[in-house]
């Protein structure tokens, strides 16, 4: 019979976790449909619709978002025309918003 041969573990540290994200808040989407200065057709009556960095720096766009400007920059809706609603909210992440 063999001998019995020891178990060799090999050390792995666990991965950081990936921090929590808070949801969307229902004042950022309000905000970002109030006061949206780029909107771009995507055709079949869908309009993406977002904030500009340039419009960010309005008094009243500051005073509706707070402390979440940075957050709203990233948040594109697409909008229904025929409906009149929202079909998608996106929030992309900090570090891949486009300029």
């Not at 960010?56 to 409906?83: C, F, K, M, P, T």
Request: charged share 25%; with cysteine.
């Amino acid at each position: 019979m063999a001998p019995y041969k020891r178990f060799a573990s090999t050390y792995r540290p666990a991965k950081a976790a990936a921090p929590v994200r808070s949801p969307l808040t229902g004042a950022i989407i309000d905000a970002v449909l109030r006061h949206a200065d780029l909107h771009e057709d995507l055709g079949c009556g869908r309009t993406l619709i977002r904030i500009s960095p340039k419009r960010l720096g309005d008094i009243q766009v500051r005073s509706a978002l707070g402390n979440q400007l940075d957050r709203a920059l990233g948040v594109s809706i697409i909008w229904n025309e025929r409906e009149g609603e929202i079909l998608r909210v996106l929030d992309s992440p900090a570090g891949l918003r486009a300029a």
